[in-house]
């Protein structure tokens, strides 16, 4: 069914979260691979 209204944040909640699961993951592949990211981007924990 059509309504005819903007509807294209009916489903804003599910996008922003798969979009953040997907950011998740690329920084977790990104870690993973030394020096790939900038010391200053690294979390504290993770530089000596």
Same mark, same amino acid.
């Given at each position: 069914?059509?309504? /005819?209204?903007?509807?294209?944040?009916?489903?804003? #909640? #599910?996008?922003?979260? &798969?979009?953040? !699961? &997907? %950011?998740? *993951?690329?920084?977790? +592949? +990104? @870690?993973? !691979?030394? /020096?790939?990211?900038?010391?200053? *981007? @690294?979390? *504290? *924990? @993770? %530089?000596?």
């Amino acid at each position: 069914e059509y309504t /005819g209204e903007d509807d294209s944040d009916l489903y804003l #909640e #599910e996008r922003e979260t &798969a979009l953040r !699961v &997907a %950011q998740d *993951e690329k920084r977790r +592949q +990104q @870690m993973a !691979v030394p /020096g790939i990211l900038n010391p200053h *981007e @690294m979390p *504290e *924990e @993770m %530089q000596d």
